[in-house]
């Protein structure tokens, strides 16, 4: 979208759409540094991320020098939008229109990492495994009552019942397996994010 309404082929043409995408590629990096690990330890700071080039050493002042309470995500997406206003302004953009058009992918870049974002800020409530593991266990209560022989079957009479549940024994064994490693995996995201927010 920016290589179709930033027109031209001059070298400023070309440093505005460059500017424009890698702004909002910055975004993204900054993001995903909170989320992903691997991104953690390929930019452990805003330097490793200007030396990538993802933003420049006048930008990162800019970047540091702007006192906020909360994270600066979405900072370089002000940016892009400044720069739409000035390719605007020096007519590298042929209308208002494109204008707006232009400026509403950025910003429906930008909702789609805020959302990633809320997704990973809000895990997933405590109370879901708490009845999980309760469902588990009372299924099994059930099965336990459930499959054994009782008056009126159609068993033998004089049988006793003494067969050993192979099905049920091989559920149980699945089911709290699952169990087992879907606390793991949530243990592990939540020490994840204790490790993140003492950064």
């Known amino acids: 979208m920016t290589a179709l309404y930033v027109r031209g082929t001059s070298e400023r043409a070309r440093q505005y759409r460059r500017n424009i ?3 909002c590629q910055l ?8 989320l992903s690990m691997k991104c953690r330890k390929r930019f452990p700071t805003l330097d490793t991320v ?5 933003m420049m050493p006048h930008e990162k ?34 209308s208002d229109y494109y204008v707006t058009v ?17 997704y990973d800020w809000v895990p997933l409530p405590m109370i879901y495994p708490t009845i999980v593991c ?9 099965c336990v009552i459930a499959r054994q022989y009782v008056d009126g079957s159609k068993s033998e009479e004089n049988m006793i019942d003494m067969v050993f549940p192979f099905m049920t024994s091989i559920q149980f064994v699945l089911y709290m397996g699952w169990l087992k490693v879907s606390w793991h995996i949530q243990h592990n995201f939540y020490s ?3 490790i993140f927010y003492s950064l």
């Open 192 to 194: 994840k994010h204790n």
């Open 50 to 54: 200007a030396a990538a080039g993802f």
């Open 21 to 23: 995408v890698r702004y």
């Open 102 to 118: 232009l400026s509403e992918e950025v910003k429906k870049f930008r909702t789609d990492l805020a959302w990633l974002c809320n």
């Open 61 to 94: 002042e800019n970047f540091d020098g702007i006192q906020y309470n909360y994270n600066k995500y979405f900072l370089p997406f002000n940016w892009a939008w400044a720069l739409i206003y000035r390719a605007r302004q020096e007519g590298l953009i042929e």
């Open 27 to 34: 975004t993204q990096v900054l993001v995903f540094r909170d």
């Open 134 to 142: 309760l469902a588990v266990h009372m299924y099994f209560l059930v």
